[in-house]
């Protein structure tokens, strides 16, 4: 996920319950003009192994190059692509969710990028551009023949973004009509949540993005429900703010103090979210630029 899933956050992730963690979306021209803001997206910690880098673009050439480069500078365990953010900036260059209206030229970047590496290809699609348009299955046997390893479903389409109810329902129909693991994805918020995912559509595993927004507890708290039937209790307000600032630290240490307290913001707020008499610190926060002002906030919820 775009600004959010970079290596702290990643770390964490693995930390707690994680199975694999994939980076934020990489531009594959980026990583072709050496551009060095993109290559520094490629950071790995080998504490979040095994991870997956995501790249995205609309070139089969420059995309099976770019592959190339992401293996070679980092040997991730996976190569993911992601044919579905449906963000205006990256929909308005032919890339991201747009290829789902030339499943042709989405399957010839999945062959490409295949044949070039030899780490494992996976896909990030949407059920379609929307809803007079929906053409997952046929995306998904597309990308199977191209050689993907799996596939992620987010069953939304492109034009509904994040709003309304993801329809499950076509996570199950993408499983029957695909020979390859199903990564079902979508409204996964809580355990219970994730059982019936698995239990409603079949797929064979499940991608949490949103759900873990300041809340890393939910993949220990998923696996616990699914292994034992067990709901862990969620964490403490001291427990919560503890993870707040430590991930904090540990983007400062990434990015430097400037670059990471004004990219943590939105992290502090989910951290934030439902914690009581909250409101006035979490306004605060989106004005603080400094680490120590950061934590005295926070610590007034205390």
Known sequence: MAGVTDLPFRILAREYGADLVVSEMISAQGLLYDNQKTFQMLAIDPGERPVAVQIFGHDPKVCARAAQIVVDTVAPEMIDLNFGCPTPKIVKNGDGAALLKNPRLLADIASAVVKAVS??????????????AINCVEVAQRLEDAGVHWITLHAR??????????????IGKVKEAAGVPVVGN??????????KLLDET????????????????IFRQVKTYLTQSVILPGPTL????????????MKVEHNGEAIAVREMRPHLIWYLKGVPHSAEVRRLINTTSTLEGTESLLNQLL
């Open 202 to 217: 079949g797929c064979d595993h499940i991608a949490i993005g949103r759900g873990a927004q300041g809340n890393p507890w």
């Open 238 to 249: 001291e427990e919560r703010l503890a993870l707040a600032i430590r991930h904090l630290q």
């Open 119 to 132: 780490v494992p290809v996976t896909a990030k699609i949407r059920l379609g551009w929307d809803a007079s």
């Open 157 to 170: 389409t492109r034009e509904q973004f994040y709003a309304g109810r993801a329809d499950w329902a076509w």
């Open 186 to 195: 979508g409204d996964v918020f809580s355990p219970t949540d994730a059982q």
